[in-house]
């Protein structure tokens, strides 16, 4: 009980941390950009806010379900997967499939491209890093810039799946003069 007390925990600490910083960046930080300062900023930040807040625990609640259920398909998949493997000797211990996956070069070309730029590659790269990801029945733990940390639950991990969007990805005409790249990426299986 208390793994499950703390997967809620750090689960939900996550989600607050990304919605809060979210907020602060895409509401908070476009008021500044306008010029609103002190209590003028703090009242138009509350009048966007305040409407949120009756938003965000239906919000959570609903994507918990959705969660819970893939969860739960998982689950059954497991469950086949016991009638041809032996117990596991470690209490909780699973195999999985880890992923990372980065661009390399990619602050030399945020530099050379500029933001704007480096903003549209990054949003088609977590496109293909997320869809590759979904058709391994897998997700994207975390992502950090460029770097994106999946776990993939299929047990026999499709190269095939990846190793066509790795090749789509370097080599698109969609964002001008940008300089040739790669997507760096490891998978440990254990």
Not at 10 to 20: E, L, M
Not at 60 to 66: D, E, Q
Not at 159 to 182: F, I, K, M, N
């Amino acid at each position: 009980m208390l793994q499950l007390v703390r997967a809620f925990a750090d689960a939900t600490s996550r989600a607050a941390d990304a919605a809060n910083r979210t907020f602060h960046l895409y509401v908070h930080e476009r008021f500044r950009a306008e010029g609103l300062r002190g209590a003028e900023l703090m009242a138009a930040t509350q009048t966007v806010a305040n409407p949120l807040v009756g938003l965000i625990e239906p919000a959570v609640l609903y994507f918990h379900r959705k969660g819970w259920e893939r969860a739960t398909r998982e689950d059954m998949i497991l469950h086949l997967i016991e009638e041809s493997t032996a117990p596991s000797a470690v209490p909780g211990e699973l195999i999985t499939t880890v992923l990372f996956v980065d661009l390399s070069s990619f602050t030399p070309l945020s530099d050379a491209m500029g933001d704007t730029i480096a903003a549209q590659v990054l949003g088609r790269f977590a496109e293909l890093v997320r869809e590759a990801t979904a058709r391994c029945d897998g997700q994207v733990v975390m992502q950090i810039g460029d770097a994106f940390h999946g776990r993939i639950r299929r047990r026999a991990f499709r190269r095939d799946l990846w190793a066509r969007d790795r090749t789509a990805s370097s080599g698109r005409a969609e964002v001008p003069r940008r300089p040739p790249r790669r997507a760096h990426w490891a998978v440990l299986r254990g």
